[in-house]
């Protein structure tokens, strides 16, 4: 089961923010400057979790997890947006 996490950053150093960006835009969608919609499995947010944990220093920085559910119920419907409309990208398989 695919579940899909809000994931916000707030990292101190230029470098380890633009490594905390390149990993996170690996596994979801970049929403707005430091926060990504990720749809994992249960072992895509262990690799996750792994990636970041090596990638940020633990006294400076922060990353935040939330849990909005199955992709196949809450998770899909979970963020609404004020003003400009947030629209989930379909993604596509491109095989060649």
Partial sequence: MRQVFLVTYDISDDRRRERVFKILRGFGDHMQFSVF???TSAMELVR???????????GEDQVLFADL????????????????????????AIVF
């Fill in 37 to 39: 919609r990720c749809e």
């Fill in 69 to 92: 559910g199955p992709v196949e119920g809450r998770g899909s419907s979970a963020i609404s947006a004020i003003g400009r409309g947030y629209t989930h990208p379909d993604r596509h």
């Fill in 48 to 58: 996750l979790r792994a990636a970041l944990t090596d990638a940020i220093n633990h």
